[in-house]
């Protein structure tokens, strides 16, 4: 009897994790979570980002291959990259058009630097035919 009930209890568990995950469309890894993990897998599930990102508008999260916000309607695909170079370390990245003319950190020495009218990677590149 002991044993059914703590059957019972994962099995519900399971349940809750895969209601908890679907929200965030990941329903089938939430019931395995909660199947395998019990409580902690419901913890698990609601921690988890699961296939979601966040809206750079309203914060809510969004499936990850959304293109329209579903909370707040704005279009959150339209995230333009443009390559930028660390001016400290030299490390080159992309980085949101939409930062252009900001401050933004280095990834990899942290430093903060303007990206304001920084060359052009063609011009960047010395001419070797001089
Ligand atoms: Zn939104
Ligand atoms: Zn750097």
């Not at 929200?23 to 979601?52: E, H, T, Y």
Request: proline content about 5%; some cysteine.
């Amino acid at each position: 009897m002991d044993l059914f009930l703590a059957g019972a209890f994962w099995i519900v568990c399971a349940a809750i994790a895969s209601q908890v995950g679907a929200r965030k469309g990941m329903a089938g890894a939430g019931f395995v979570q909660g199947l395998m993990l019990g409580p902690l897998g419901i913890v698990a599930a609601l921690v988890s980002r699961g296939d979601r990102k966040e809206c750079p508008y309203c914060r809510e999260l969004v499936h990850s291959q959304a293109t329209v916000c579903s909370h707040c309607c704005k279009g959150i695909d339209q995230v333009e990259t443009s390559e930028v170079r660390c001016p400290h370390c030299g490390e080159s990245g992309q980085m949101n058009v939409r930062l252009q003319g900001s401050k933004v950190e280095c990834p990899s020495c942290h430093k903060v630097f303007s990206t304001e009218g920084h060359e052009p990677r063609s011009a960047v590149i010395p001419g070797i035919n001089s």
